[in-house]
């Protein structure tokens, strides 16, 4: 019996294994695509309607201006690497809402938030991009997805995931809970992981670098984002990988991708 609970799982794992568009790492994704999105929606529903959108029609014009630039970059870049269906996956829409804390997200399917705290921060289209364009990256790689995984496994247990994972849309909607938060707490979802926030910088400064944004203020911007906090880390960079990791790694990659992503006249 424990061979055969332990053979089961290894074969869900197997079965659920993805890769990350961009970077090509495996991940282990245990939930359908149309779960995923189908519990962010909600969630993102619950949210919005709790949340208070921003009177500032200037900056929430720039916020729908930059989102859409940067997503259409992003479905080009899946429309050149033979990942056309993916698109179906997202129907974008943008939002600048009314809340302090210097902080964005981008949902699964496409639903992206900034807060107005954060446009404090932000004193060009390419600085917003490149928060844009990293939280549109945590969608595109599924991060989500994988971080409901994770929680399933960490919940379950490895020999408990093939009963656990009979009644899935249960369990996932349960766990999402977890994962997104429910209502205001939204913004404060569970931490993606350190491999996966350097994963969302380097593909966030191709597809802003697609976009035609200019990815060399992204070391600036993150050195600004860091010292901004007066003592106290914002809520975008909490739990993150250190500063000093985080920009030197950008510093590596600007070089090969304005090479590779780079172009002119898309301003």
Not at 55 to 71: E, F, L, M, W, Y
Not at 115 to 143: F, R, S
Not at 176 to 200: C, D, I
């Amino acid at each position: 019996m424990k061979l055969s609970l332990m053979t089961t799982a290894a074969l869900l794992l197997l079965a659920g294994c993805g890769s990350v568009p961009v970077t090509g790492r495996q991940q282990v994704l245990l939930v359908s695509d149309q779960e995923v999105l189908a519990s962010s929606l909600t969630q993102y529903n619950n949210y919005m309607k709790t949340a208070t959108k921003s009177t500032d029609s200037r900056q929430a014009a720039t916020v729908t201006r930059v989102g859409r630039k940067i997503a259409a970059a992003t479905e080009e870049y899946l429309r050149q690497n033979g990942l056309q269906s993916q698109i179906n996956e997202f129907a974008w829409e943008f939002n600048l809402v009314k809340d302090a804390q210097v902080n964005a997200f981008c949902m699964p399917g496409g639903k992206i938030v900034v807060y107005e705290g954060l446009m404090k921060l932000v004193a060009t289209d390419d600085e917003l991009a490149v928060v844009i364009g990293h939280e549109v990256a945590h969608a595109v790689a599924k991060h989500s997805n994988e971080r409901l995984s994770q929680q399933m496994l960490a919940q379950y247990g490895a020999q408990l995931l093939g009963s656990a994972l009979s009644q899935k849309s249960e369990m996932t909607q349960s766990v999402a809970n977890k994962v997104y938060g429910v209502g205001a707490q939204l913004g404060v979802m569970l931490p993606f992981s350190r491999k996966h926030e350097l994963e969302a910088d380097y593909m966030g400064l191709i597809f802003m670098t697609m976009a035609g944004y200019n990815p060399d203020v992204a070391v600036s911007f993150w050195q600004k984002m860091s010292a901004s906090g007066g003592g106290k880390v914002p809520e975008l960079l909490s739990t993150h990988p250190s500063d000093a990791r985080r920009i030197n790694d950008i510093r590596k990659e600007l070089s090969a991708i304005k090479a590779q992503y780079g172009k002119t006249g898309n301003r």
